[in-house]
Structures are given as C-alpha cells and as structure tokens.
C-alpha cells in the first residue's frame, strides 16, 4: 500500500528545492534530495512489490553543487521567478492512458519538438506536465474536471495546461482573435506555443538545457507551470505514458 503521507512529504521536499535564495548552501538542496531520493525508492519499490503498476523509479535532477550558488531558475518558487502560474497544480481526475490522449500526446511532441527543436526527452517532459495538469491531455478541460467551454471565473483553470487569472484570460483573447475553439488542439497548442515564444521563452530555454525526460518534467514544470503545489510524484508517473505512447 502506498502511503498517502509520503506522496505528501514528497511533494512539499520538491517544492522546497532551491527556495532558499541568494547565500544559501546547496548542503539543504542535497538533504533535500537525499530524503526525496529515499522516499521515492519506498514508493517505487513498494508498488512493484505490490503489482500495482507504478512506473520504474525515475532519476531525479542533478542538485547545485557549490555552496553560495544562487537556486537555478528552474527550482525557484513562483514569488521568485515572477509571472502567473499557468494552474495550481492539482492535475486532474481521470489522467489514465487511453488512446485518444496517446495522440494528442504526439500531436503536441511532435509540433514542440519541430518548433523548438527540441529532443523527444524534452519534449516528454513538456507534456508530462501538460498530461497530469488536462487529466490525459484534454485540451476542453475546466479545473475540477468538467469538459467543453471555458467558464467564466478567471481563477479556475481551462486547457491543457490549465491557464489561470490573466493568463486564462489571454487564452481566451488569442482565441478570439484567431477564431479558434478553446476546446480545440489547435488552439491549445497554438497558444502554448505563443507563449513560450514571448512571454514564457524563458521556460523553454531552461528545457533546452536538460537532457532527460524527468529534468525536463521538473525543470517545465517550475519555469511554466509554476504550481503552488506541484505534485511532482504524478508528474513524474505520467511521463511513462508519454515516454510509452
């Protein structure tokens, strides 16, 4: 049986990571590491041992080495790297594999990686986000599950990434103005990649500067996403869809 208090801890270490800022030691990021490292392999181990399906243990993120060294951008909370958060982070109900989330999976891996050029390890990350925060990518998905139009509170997330506030707001503008359906691929995907070309390039480079699928979950995860409870277990769980689709 996996531990529900552990999945908890575990979300809370990641989120800490690098949070301490300018003049802290990488010693409390190794720590920190450490025990994600050892709850992990619990959980891991105890769902092979179970049969209850849960994916290989991923490798985690390379921590800072030099003490001083400001916390890469990529394991900096939201207050620190500034901007909206795309979602909260709570993902969705129902983010099970089926075979229409496996191709809108392709769909977006195959469009980031021709216009990013982008691996199809950092790809996978991207999408491992964007699969946990839609429930199975579910490009017409309102926060708390319901599917079709977006409604009309700002603060709850719609899409694929779950846009939230103003961001949500610029959604629903670029598709106006585009005469795109918000529930569509098109427009999710047409929106992501605005984005990430203006006012969220920042998240794509720092992908571009990881080489696995599970850096790159972490790193987007933190640089777009931002989520103020990032649930990186499940993140993580859901990159073996992608990297099996």
């Not at 531990?3 to 990571?17: N, S, V």
């Not at 001083?68 to 979602?87: E, H, K």
């Not at 050029?117 to 990350?125: D, H, M, W, Y």
């Not at 996403?225 to 993140?235: A, I, L, N, T, V």
Request: negative net charge; contains cysteine; glycine residues 12%.
């Amino acid at each position: 049986m996996i531990d529900a208090a552990e999945l908890k801890r575990l979300d809370q270490l990641i989120h800490q990571l690098g949070t301490g800022g300018a003049g802290t030691g990488s010693a409390n990021d190794e720590n920190i590491a450490r025990e994600i490292e050892q709850i992990l392999a619990d959980l891991f181990s105890e769902g092979g041992s179970s049969g209850s399906g849960m994916p290989a243990m991923p490798s985690l993120p390379s921590m800072p080495s030099s003490a001083g060294r400001v916390a890469p951008a990529s394991y900096r909370s939201a207050s620190q790297t500034g901007g909206v958060p795309a979602g909260d982070g709570s993902g969705q109900v129902g983010s099970a594999s089926t075979p229409h989330a496996r191709k809108t999976a392709q769909y977006f891996m195959t469009n980031l990686q021709r216009d990013f050029g982008l691996t199809r390890n950092q790809a996978a990350g991207i999408v491992a986000n964007l699969w946990h925060e839609s429930g199975g990518m579910n490009p017409g998905i309102n926060q708390g599950g319901a599917i079709g139009a977006p409604n009309s509170n700002m603060q709850s997330g719609y899409g694929i990434a779950q846009w939230t506030g103003s961001r949500k707001q610029d959604y629903l503008d670029y598709c106006s103005a585009n005469r795109l359906d918000p529930s569509s691929e098109q427009a999710n995907y047409g929106f992501l990649k605005h984005e990430l070309q203006t006012t969220q390039a920042g998240a794509i480079d720092a992908v571009r500067n990881t080489e696995s699928a599970q850096d790159a979950t972490v790193v987007f995860c933190n640089t777009f996403e931002r989520p103020g409870d990032p649930q990186m277990s499940s993140r993580l769980a859901d990159l073996q869809y992608i990297l099996t689709a």
